[in-house]
Nanobody, 113 residues
Framework: QVQLVESGGGLVQPGESLRLSCVVSERIFSISAMAWYRQARGKQRELVAAITAGGGTNYLDSVKGRFTISRHNAGNTVYLQMNSLKPEDTAVYYC???????WGQGTQVTVSS
C-alpha cells in the first residue's frame, strides 16, 4: 500500500514563505505524476499544483508566480515552495499520487497576522 507523508505546514504571517514536503513510499515514484491539493474550511478541495514524471507543471491561477512544485526522484519526494503567502492560502494541504489514487494525511497551513 502506497503511503504519502507530508510535513512543513505551520503558522506564518502574510508575505512569508513555507515549504511543504511529501515523501512517497512507492519505488516507482519517478514515473508517477504528483499533485498538491488544498481544502479550506467550508470549501471544496482544489488542485493547487501538479507535476508530471517529466517535470511539466501546472498551477491554480491564484498561486501562479508564488508557488513552485518540484520533485526529487532519488528521494521519492515532492515539494511545494510557497512564497508571498496570503490569508486566503490558509487551508489543509494534501499530497496526492494519481497513479495510486493515494492521499497523504494533510498538513495545516495558516497565514495570519
Amino acid at each position: 500500500q502506497v503511503q504519502l507523508v507530508e510535513s512543513g505546514g505551520g503558522l506564518v504571517q502574510p508575505g512569508e514563505s513555507l515549504r511543504l514536503s511529501c515523501v512517497v513510499s512507492e519505488r516507482i515514484f519517478s514515473i508517477s505524476a504528483m499533485a498538491w491539493y488544498r481544502q479550506a474550511r467550508g470549501k471544496q478541495r482544489e488542485l493547487v499544483a501538479a507535476i508530471t514524471a517529466g517535470g511539466g507543471t501546472n498551477y491554480l491561477d491564484s498561486v501562479k508566480g508564488r508557488f513552485t512544485i518540484s520533485r526529487h526522484n532519488a528521494g521519492n519526494t515532492v515539494y511545494l515552495q510557497m512564497n508571498s503567502l496570503k490569508p486566503e492560502d490558509t487551508a489543509v494541504y494534501y499530497c496526492y499520487a494519481p497513479s495510486f489514487r493515494a492521499w497523504g494525511q494533510g498538513t495545516q497551513v495558516t497565514v495570519s497576522s
